[in-house]
């Protein structure tokens, strides 16, 4: 097992786009660490430079303390498990997975060894003798991670190894995963777009953007403190509510948006030291679903009165979602680029002109009924503010701990 250091890598190819910019992360001896960001953000080209499949620009890449920048993939005792199965079709899953340890010169019983090792843990000893187009799509990629596992390497590097299954099998796999890595302890970075694969997954979380690292934390850090606009839209499902709003001290300070106005309690400026600058400026405010509640059920709080479009009842919670009078693009590139384009594309609901969409997680004991008002309480203590024009968070000083010197709070 090693430890793997990434000190200012970059990649940029001959047509000149910079894939990876400045890439620096330290990712400790048998920790967990997934890369994740929207479609082209780098995260793929950055692991594939550390294995080297792709050779870095600048920088340097050290795994167990020794610098490999320009060591061949075979040499940097890693082992790659891609989207891809990449299974042999004419050998069986025990000749699959003893393949690359024959090629190494591997003793046949050492071979053996390994092989029925690997199919224990990942319970595929029943399917040793087939071949994969006898198995299922998870049964191959079980496969597919056996010939990694039978390597014993320094390091594992996934490149979205469960995109190809449906969304139980991969739940159901995100569980093998935690398992295995529970009882190998050897040091992962896993590549994905999907935030819930991540949050469920990582250790730690990098979030890149453009190929720069944006911010690396634990899930929770990162959903509770996230450190710019980006962050804050593209963690958490559903996704943050980001608008602009004016922040105001008249009879108490509130935010005002869309013709709502909500009260800001003075623990909110205790708690985010320089928020106070911004009063009577416009700011951008972000509201996670989960932080409203149906006001039947959160006596005390602020509230808004807004009118239902549609509910999705998912049996233990209600998701309502509704518009405001305001338009999420109107927070500028920062807001309209925080939540992925391709999420965006596939949603079936639509804001309507100046208008932007947004979701409150509420209880499912809630009324909320399509075509009809309903009171929403928010808490506002769990308010996000960020600036304007920089995108970065104002006054989080939890935020700034994650955040690399590249991105760093207003204070």
Avoid at 230 to 258: K, Q, W
Wanted: charged share 25%; with cysteine.
């Amino acid at each position: 097992m090693a430890g793997i250091v990434l000190e200012n890598v970059d990649k940029t190819y001959a047509n000149g786009v910079k894939a990876v910019d400045s890439l620096s992360l330290d990712i400790a001896d048998g920790e967990f660490m997934v890369f994740v960001g929207p479609s082209g953000c780098g995260k793929s080209t950055a692991l594939r430079t550390i294995a080297g499949l792709e050779e870095i620009s600048g920088g340097t890449i050290t795994i167990g303390g020794r610098q490999v920048n320009n060591l061949p993939p075979k040499d940097r005792d890693i082992a790659m498990v891609f989207q891809s199965y990449a299974l042999y079709p004419h050998m069986t899953v025990e000749e699959n997975l003893a393949f690359g340890l024959q090629l190494r010169k591997v003793p046949k019983e050492e071979r053996k060894r390994r092989v029925h090792e690997a199919a224990r843990m990942l319970g595929i000893e029943a399917l040793l003798q087939r071949k994969p187009a006898a198995l299922s799509g998870g049964q191959r990629q079980r496969v597919a991670m056996g010939r990694a596992i039978v390597r014993e390497p320094q390091a594992f590097l996934m490149d979205e190894p469960l995109s190809n299954l449906d969304a139980k099998l991969r739940v159901a796999m995100r569980a093998s995963l935690n398992q295995l890595h529970e009882r190998l302890k050897v040091t992962t970075i896993y590549v994905t777009h999907d935030q819930v694969e991540a949050m469920t997954l990582g250790d730690r979380v990098a979030v890149l953007r453009d190929g720069r690292l944006q911010q690396v934390g634990s899930p929770q850090n990162l959903y509770d403190h996230p450190v710019n606009v980006f962050v804050g839209g593209f963690m958490g499902s559903p996704s943050m509510n980001l608008v602009e709003a004016d922040l105001v001290r008249d009879n108490g300070a509130a935010i005002v948006f869309g013709g709502h106005r909500v009260a800001v309690p003075d623990e909110v400026f205790t708690l985010r030291q320089g928020l106070d600058k911004y009063l009577g400026k416009r700011v951008v405010i972000g509201i996670r679903p989960a932080d409203f509640e149906d006001a039947a059920f959160a006596p005390g709080r602020p509230t808004i009165d807004v009118k239902v479009q549609v509910t999705e009842d998912l049996g233990s919670e209600v998701h309502v979602i509704f518009t405001v009078d305001t338009p999420t693009a109107g927070a500028g590139a920062a807001v309209a680029s925080a939540v992925d384009a391709e999420e965006a594309e596939e949603s079936s609901y639509v804001a309507g002109e100046g208008q932007s969409l947004w979701t409150a997680r509420v209880s499912a004991r809630s009324t909320a009924t399509p075509g009809q008002p309903i009171t929403l309480a928010i808490d506002a203590v769990a308010i996000h503010f960020f600036d304007r024009d920089s995108g970065l968070n104002i006054g989080d000083r939890t935020a700034l701990a994650d955040a690399p010197a590249t991105a760093a709070v207003v204070s």
